[in-house]
């Protein structure tokens, strides 16, 4: 079963075109790099995949369901880390996240779940405010997979981590994917996307220049970097 499709989707804004029919799709238990420099349509395409923007044509289906047209039991199958984390700063990491188990209506065994695999159990009773930028990113990582979605969409969440940080991160990555889930993460680290993805899709100007799996780009180019300065230079 194909977890995301997304379908020749087009997107103005300003009377701009932003996405020129975009298309591609994610496999179950598959984990995604989407590449591109910036203005090329990466946080167009992954806004309109979250039903942040409605598409001006074409579709998105997350686990078979139309975005638009099922939006309620797509969201169920999804969820998502923006790359600034929109956390109650003032109210502890458990807090946070038993404010959305509530809302979900998560068992307190799924919370404690959740606290062990984010590897913030000696710290959940902090203020998030406290918390430094790896910390939060886990913490709003948490949250986006609270209900066990079988997408997840992290942004740029390597963003001002430190290698300790990205560490925990990538060890977190490859634990949902043993779990079951399928992760897409746009990131402009590419050492690190070399590490963690399967695959690659890469955009520019609106538009997929290239799908690859890791293990094809390794086996012509020596890293993901030299591909990306022949794709984009």
Known sequence: MKVLEVNEIYKKKDKKSILKGISFDIGEKEVVGLLGPNGSGKSTTIKSICGLYKPDNGTVNICGFDVKKARKRAMENLGVAMENPSLYVELTGFDNLKMFAIERK????????????????????????????????????????????KLIILDEP?????????????????????????????????????????????????????????????????????????LYN
């Open 106 to 149: 998560v068992s307190k065994e799924r919370l404690d779940e959740i606290i062990e695999l984010i590897g913030l159990s000696d710290n959940i009773h902090r203020k998030a405010g406290t918390y430094s930028q790896g910390m939060k990113m886990r913490l709003n990582l948490g949250l986006a997979i609270m209900h066990k979605p």
């Open 158 to 230: 390597t963003n001002g981590l430190d290698p300790d940080a990205v560490f925990q991160l990538r060890s977190i990555i490859y634990r949902l994917r043993e779990d079951g889930s399928s992760i897409m993460f746009s990131s402009h680290q590419l050492s690190e996307v070399e590490k963690i993805a399967d695959r690659i899709i890469a955009i520019d100007k609106g538009k997929v220049l290239s799908q690859k799996t890791i293990i094809e780009i390794k086996g012509k180019y020596n890293h993901l970097e030299d591909f990306y300065k022949g």
